[in-house]
């Protein structure tokens, strides 16, 4: 195997380093000139190691060609350059722990912040490597710089050894996939594939093609605003309705209480005042059927709550977001099954569990464009225990060139 160490270990700190924190509330596309940085960054990266057909879209993804050196299906390679916006992505300090000894690791900008193996085990498994964490203060990134950096390093080594034998292969890097916006329609005729993959994943061998279905709703609670001092009889708190719903709903059906295959209703926000406020949830389920129960039960629920305060106004708006891409790759698993024997190529058990979240691959699978999501090495993302294993990007970078020769046969 080439040893990526050093070039992984570089990009990733690079990239994670520059704040490209996606918005959802937001209306611009991408929804954060930030993110920018990144794709201008990478757009002379491409230029620079000889990448084809550069292109920058004006919906923001950054889309270039590494050219065939065989025959075969073109293939698609896609990672997201937006970090979430659930935590503090600024002024981010990547560092590198060079040998992890198999302990605690401590954060020097967070002294009461441990990140322990015995609490996450599959840190246990890293003694040896080399582990990159964030400060403390912020989250690291590499949900998905550390699939930027893979793809980067996969590609300049394909350019750098033409004799490598690969179909015609295209990079796309996609702006605000953690807002479940990095999907613009135009990007399927662009990419112009035969099928692609996400490098968006966690653990060594993970090859997904399972994710949840996804629906986002908003509840809008209009109470009447009196002066508390003449209120009695008057008042209707907005606030005091939010709290029943939230109250009312099925505590069993929350994100801390589901697992495997279980869905939920998850509430990400809640804003405004005694006289006016907003609920936003994420509704989540494996099964069409499900997420449907779900957006059925939050409105019998917000009509049951407002039938008990005459003159109050809850209304309820669900957008769909993705859904489960298995309803497409499970009628032709091609993308999946080439996965599975470029990983075992490699010696690397592939591992098929159903995602708990969403890709860009969700919602290209559903626009046509057959697309699993596959490993990176990155762990407990979108806080500031966020970590990556140096060395599982350098096995996912190889699983990328495998994957790419093995597209030769398909």
Not at 336 to 347: P, T
């Amino acid at each position: 195997m080439t040893d990526f160490h050093a070039e992984l270990t570089d990009r990733l700190c690079r990239y994670s380093a520059i704040d490209s924190q996606s918005d959802e509330d937001a209306t611009a596309a991408p929804s954060t000139a930030i993110q920018f940085d990144m794709l201008h960054l990478l757009q002379k990266e491409l230029q620079d190691i000889g990448a084809a057909e550069v292109q920058l879209t004006d919906y923001g993804t950054l889309i270039a060609t590494i050219p065939a050196t065989a025959a075969g299906p073109t293939v698609g390679l896609l990672a997201h350059v937006d970090t979430a916006p659930q935590f503090n992505a600024t002024g981010v300090k990547p560092r590198v722990i060079k040998g992890y000894n198999g302990g605690d690791i401590s954060f020097p900008d967070n002294p009461s912040l441990t990140l322990s193996p015995a609490e996450f085990p599959y840190l246990a498994s890293k003694q040896g490597h080399d582990i990159i964490t964030a400060s403390g203060l912020t989250l690291l990134g590499a949900d998905d710089k550390a699939g930027v950096a893979i793809l980067m390093t996969a590609a300049r080594h394909l350019l750098a050894n033409p004799q490598i034998p690969h179909p015609k292969l295209r990079l796309a890097f996609t702006p605000d996939e953690e807002i479940g916006r990095g999907v613009d329609p135009r990007l399927p005729a662009d990419l112009g594939v035969d099928f692609a993959y996400t490098f968006d994943g966690g653990e060594v061998g993970q090859i997904e093609y399972e994710t949840f279905s996804a629906d986002g709703a908003t509840v809008k609670i209009t109470g009447r605003s009196i002066h508390p001092g003449t209120a009695k009889g008057k008042l209707i708190n907005a606030l005091h309705l939010a709290a029943k719903i939230i109250n009312t709903l099925p505590a069993n059906q929350t994100p801390e209480n589901t697992q495997g295959h279980e869905g939920f209703l998850h509430l990400t926000d809640l804003n405004g005042s005694a006289a006016e406020c907003s609920l936003r949830f994420i509704l989540r389920d494996f099964e069409r059927e499900g997420l449907a129960a779900k957006g059925d039960l939050l409105r019998q629920t917000c009509a049951a709550i407002a039938a008990t305060e005459a003159g109050a106004q809850i209304e309820v708006t669900i957008k769909p977001q993705y859904r489960n891409m298995r309803y497409w790759l499970e009628t032709d698993m091609t993308p999946v099954d080439l996965a599975r024997d470029a990983a075992r190529s490699l010696g690397i058990d592939p591992v098929s569990n159903p995602v708990r979240g969403g890709t860009d691959g969700s919602r290209l699978t559903e626009m046509g464009v057959p697309c699993p999501n596959l490993f990176t090495g990155m762990q407990n993302v979108h806080g500031p225990l966020e970590w990556v294993s140096v060395q599982d990007m350098a096995v996912a970078t190889e699983f990328c060139l495998a994957l790419a020769q093995k597209a030769v046969k398909a």
